[in-house]
């Protein structure tokens, strides 16, 4: 774990009936989730923090189902939060009586330390979180293209555009071999959703650095 972050995560494991509570199996459930987290990297560039509240079921077999973020800030932390909360499926000791419909809701709160934070005032958080959002349509131009082009035929003045759009968004070599090593430490966690998604994201974005991973992981 890095040093100059961490993320403080404030679980508090509730239902709406008083019923037996399902126990994480093995290892306390707030360092299971320290240790496979990955502060997502457009929140931690531009200081976004707090908490993310994710809603789920457990079948009786302890295996999550119906997981959604019930409250967070519409950025990457929802995605790191729903993805770090549904690695715990398979992982709790279900009590006889636990009713199945019942939603289970997770708060984890994310924290960020010495990236000077303390600076950003409210008004640049905000505007950080609508340049996510909009960043999410420009991305969807592009991963729409390469979905759409057909192998071996040129389109120049499509690269052209594409190019112009990626060196904007920041989309380049670095950025996609920090995604790259991303996808492969959520495969060492056995996270083969999480790590496809990462790879499809490079292919989508004109790369074939993934495609062995592809090939061999995402079938």
């Known amino acids: 774990m890095a040093l100059n972050f961490i993320f403080s995560l404030f679980l508090h494991l509730t239902s709406l009936f008083a019923d037996d509570q399902p126990v994480f199996k093995g290892k306390n459930l707030s360092t299971f989730i320290y240790n496979v987290m ?39 932390l929802d995605l790191e939060a729903l993805r770090v909360v549904r690695l ?11 009713d199945t419909l019942v939603s289970m809701v997770l708060p984890v709160n994310f924290t960020l330390r010495d990236f000077k934070c303390e600076q950003r005032s409210k008004d640049e958080i905000s505007a950080a979180i609508n340049a996510y959002q909009a960043r999410r349509g420009m991305s969807e131009v592009i991963f729409n293209y390469y979905d759409k082009k057909v192998p071996g035929v040129t389109d120049e003045a499509g690269e052209m555009r594409m190019e112009a759009l990626k060196y904007q968004l920041g989309y380049d070599e670095k950025f996609i071999d920090r995604l790259l090593k991303q996808a492969q430490r959520k495969l060492k966690q056995e996270d083969f959703e999480g790590a496809c998604e990462d790879f499809h994201i490079i292919r989508r974005l004109g790369s074939d650095k993934s495609a062995s991973f592809i090939e061999q992981n995402c079938k």
């Open 38 to 76: 990955i502060y997502p990297e457009y929140s931690r560039d531009n200081c976004l923090q707090g908490t993310v509240t994710v809603s789920f079921k457990l079948n009786k077999q302890g295996r999550i189902y119906q997981s959604e973020v019930q409250k967070g800030f519409g950025t990457d």
């Open 88 to 98: 715990t499926s398979g992982k709790w000791i279900m009590p006889a009586d636990h």
